[in-house]
């Protein structure tokens, strides 16, 4: 390798979007010491597993996905191998004892130290931050390059949460409620839409409890979305994760005037037992949860709703779990993501005494049956309508287009290639098991 030769860095994300995120603002970063980003391992000078720690699989994943790394690192000593994310956070210097090929191991409030944590490993020396600095680690990271993009993109607002719902590590791991202040959002939203952008969903662990600092005063999730819909060019605004006890009236009335607002809302509730719902200490009744549902839909009727939901939670006793389905049954979801409750250490539910595991497996494959028709129900009710659908890549067959409509439905589509980053009228014909397809009518402003 000559010595203008960049180094290559290969990056796995596994999670949620905020690890998506910071999985481009790291490559950024270290784009700084030389590196640019590649899409195998194997000819990687480094390689980065962003991981999540939500569950026990997600964890015991990252141990046996770096044992896979062994023969790579045997043929080529230099290189440099490290765990960021939620199981950095969470287990640091353990993960070095037990895979001992690990050179680096950082937490997400340390990203920005990156570039002197990679020095370090060039030396040959092992490096460790799992500190919450008190800095915004995004402000101290390089501005985002100005190269053109693909036209949807994440972008941060809010990190961390102080909810202790009682089975997450989510506190444990991404520390306590922060909100970037308004105008460092804005100013990266408007260059993200100078280089292509136009669909922008902002990411936070309680995306809605967002109170950020701006110019005259504390900006909310309600605010800040009404000033994103002041730039021009920017199509579309969506929000996620959303906590149900953080959805103000601003924020509902939104959804109903703010045309830049997507109709598509995900709104986890955990579960329909008040019982459980105070065990897990969410803090809210399932009736309370059914009323903000009908006030949304008040504000806007044709809004797409999505959940999630954890079976087998300590105590969750049959009549518990038909709550549960009796909540799904009268909230109708679009979309769901369900899982069975996992033991995370540290955790108050972690203490409790657990549910037998063929109970929580029969719960989630009767919940799942019922969440997949709804959706495919929902799913269905759009053949025959016209949406609006933001073009974001080439199908898989020639001359075919895929890109998301308002409600966040996959839509195939036939169309020029030319029409990938702009919106058009799409009638919708047929509904398949996890997408849609459509005809094009006509375009839309670009
Ligand atoms: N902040 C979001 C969710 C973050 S974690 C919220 O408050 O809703 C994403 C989802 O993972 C959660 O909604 C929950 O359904 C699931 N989850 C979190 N901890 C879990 C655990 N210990 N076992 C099983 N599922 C869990
Ligand atoms: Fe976890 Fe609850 Fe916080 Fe969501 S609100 S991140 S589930 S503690
Ligand atoms: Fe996982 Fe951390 Fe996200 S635990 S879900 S990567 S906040």
Redesign the pocket.
Known sequence: MSKQDPKKLFIKTYGCQMNVYDSERMAEVLGEKGYVSTDTPDDADMILLNTCHIREKAAEKIYSELGRFKGLKAAKPDLKIGVAGCVAQAEGQEIMRRQPMVDLVVGPQSYHRLPQMEEQVAKGRKALDTDFPEEDKFEHMKARPKAQRGPTAFLTVQEG?????A?????YT?GAEVSRPADRILTEARDLVDRGVREITLLG??VNAYHGAGPTGEVTLADLIWQLNDIDGLQRIRFT?S?PNDMDDALIDAHGTCDKLMPYLHL?V?SGSDRILKAM??KHTAEEYINLIDRIRGARPDILLSG?FIVGFPGETDQDFEDTMALVEAVKYGQAYSFKYSTRPGTPAAERAQIDPDVANDRLQRLQALLKDQQRDIQNQMVGREVAVLFEKAGRLPGQLIGKSEYLHAVHVHAPADMQGQIARVQITESSSNSLAGTLLQTVAA
């Not at 089975?167 to 506190?171: E, G, K, S, Y």
């Open positions: 949460c102080d909810k202790f719902c089975f997450c590590v989510v506190p991404r662990q309680n994760t906590h986890p955990q200490n969410r999630d």
